[in-house]
């Protein structure tokens, strides 16, 4: 898919409540409470979020994958086991990021043998938690 969305909104999802692939998309904001595995998950796409609202995501909050490129403007979560997970050649790029109750603020890593590391970028990220990076990965953590 190609295009922009205005809200996309999803309650009480039994898996990922939001999972998008392969494809380019712009969306104003993105709410999610209450998701079975991860709150947002995409890969293989370019994908634009300006505010994300999440809250009691039972693994990821943001999950990116398989050269992705993902950026977001102003992200809140409340609740997950991993706060950011950037992994297998995407390149995701955060700003004004605050997580709670996460287990690990973030993780950057290989996971795929077919693909290199990962990048994130995250600038005003407030978390208070484990950032785990691989050999094969970058992370940057920037004062806003």
Known sequence: SHGSLDVVEVNNAHSDA???DFSSLKIDKVVV?????????VSMGDYLI???????????GISVGERSKFEASKLE????NIG?????????TL???KFQQVEKCAEVKKKKQEFAGAYLSIFNFNCVGPRLVDKNS???ERAP
């Open 18 to 20: 939001v999972d998008i």
């Open 138 to 140: 970058i992370f940057l």
């Open 77 to 80: 979560l409340l609740g997950a």
């Open 50 to 60: 300006n505010t994300a609202e999440l809250k009691n995501c039972t693994d990821k």
């Open 33 to 41: 409470s209450n998701a079975g595995n991860d709150c947002l998950d």
């Open 95 to 97: 700003r004004n990021v």
């Open 84 to 92: 950011v997970s950037s992994k297998d050649s995407s390149f995701t």
